[in-house]
């Protein structure tokens, strides 16, 4: 009977960890998404452009795990920082005409 107590109480532990982790990538790409459309209205880039559109890609999609936060949060992360603009800036929209915006993060369900 013990022993199912310790798993039962490992498990409840790996789940507060995880929902811990996705609430800081989430509350990360809500920073991050600040950053680039603050960016895009004073100076925009193709960076900023190109950073945008990922997280519009990650937003729209029907998954919302973990990993996928976090690949979207590195991804669009470096693609804002680059000093080159990356191939998907080539796709993003051009300077002069403004990416769709998006709803923050945590107000979606």
Same mark, same amino acid.
């Given at each position: 009977?013990?022993?199912?107590?310790?798993?039962?109480?490992?498990?409840?532990?790996?789940?507060?960890?995880?929902?811990?982790?996705?609430?800081?990538?989430?509350?990360?790409?809500?920073?991050?998404?600040?950053?680039?459309?603050?960016?895009?209205?004073?100076?925009?880039?193709?960076? !900023?452009?190109?950073?945008?559109?990922?997280?519009?890609?990650?937003?729209?999609?029907?998954?919302?795990?973990?990993?996928?936060?976090? %690949? !979207?949060?590195?991804?669009?992360?470096?693609?804002?920082?680059?000093?080159?603009?990356?191939?998907?800036?080539?796709? !993003?929209?051009?300077?002069?005409? /403004?990416?769709? /915006?998006?709803?923050?993060? %945590?107000?979606?369900?």
């Amino acid at each position: 009977m013990r022993r199912i107590g310790i798993i039962g109480g490992v498990a409840l532990a790996a789940l507060v960890a995880a929902s811990a982790a996705e609430a800081r990538c989430s509350e990360d790409l809500d920073a991050l998404q600040t950053r680039i459309y603050r960016s895009l209205k004073v100076h925009p880039t193709p960076q !900023a452009y190109a950073a945008a559109k990922i997280l519009q890609k990650y937003q729209e999609s029907p998954s919302s795990d973990e990993v996928s936060c976090f %690949n !979207a949060l590195a991804r669009a992360r470096q693609t804002f920082t680059a000093s080159t603009p990356p191939q998907e800036a080539q796709e !993003a929209a051009p300077p002069g005409q /403004p990416v769709q /915006p998006v709803q923050p993060l %945590n107000q979606q369900q």
